[in-house]
């Protein structure tokens, strides 16, 4: 379908959509987030076995654009907006049964930095900065913010980033673990590429692993165990395990479908 602004490129079996309103930082409209929403549905209905994520021009995505705010109708409640915009695409994220990769390219922030960290892989330009600058005009962390930045850089580093709402920069991010890696950026889109593209070419079990290490956060020890186990059940009787240990014990790189 045609889009305003988004991008929809596929490379391969790699899925990439590009955040594309280059003149506002790609800050995230109602629009915008609509047609992101659509975008997804897209790819995870082709045959992309990973997604990336990267925004046009020189930010990745300064956050909720507070320009086009409740501009019809009235003010819109802020939490009644991540309700029925935001948390419906960050759930599915959550729920994909294939990886994502983000190419965070310049500042990811507010929303737009949880768009950035909640990719399996997030790869970095140089340029790039974090911020939670919810403190700044009077509004607390949202996009599940307050889930993942304590269990990602700690209590006390989450809690620096959100109260003092203050850049945090892409090497420092990596310091800390928010990100996995940072590239020239130059570099930034044929490395995230790179990784993507291997990603996209490895097993069924991929995804497993991706709900294992969600559903982490909440299970007890015994519970994980549990999973573990029924996850295994799922990923043995696949092709690809299959596949998998034809090759290994063939000594010879293995030829994975994604089945």
Known sequence: ???????????????????????????????????????????????????????????????????????????????????????????????????????????????????????????AAKSAYFLQAFARIGLVPDGGATYYLPRMIGWSRALELSLLAEKLPAEKAEDWGLVNRVVDDADLMPEALAIATKLANGPYSLGLIRKAYWESQRNSYEGQLQLEADLQRQAGSSKDNQEGVLAFLEKRDAKFTGE
Do not use: W
Request: hydrophobic content about 45%; glycine content about 10%.
């Open 1 to 123: 379908m045609a889009y305003a602004q988004i991008k929809v490129e596929h490379h391969d079996k790699v899925g990439i959509i590009t955040l594309n309103a280059p003149e506002v930082l790609n800050a995230l409209s109602s629009d915008m987030v609509a047609e992101l929403s659509q975008a997804l549905d897209e790819v995870l209905a082709s045959d992309a076995r990973c997604l990336l994520l990267t925004g046009e021009g020189r930010g990745f995505c300064a956050g909720a654009n507070l320009q086009t705010r409740g501009k019809e109708g009235g003010p819109t409640p802020v939490g009644s907006v991540l309700e029925t915009h935001y948390h419906p695409i960050l759930n599915r994220i959550r729920q994909m049964d294939i990886p994502m990769v983000a190419a965070v390219n310049g500042p990811a922030v507010g929303v737009g930095m949880s768009f950035a960290v909640i990719a399996d892989i997030v790869v």
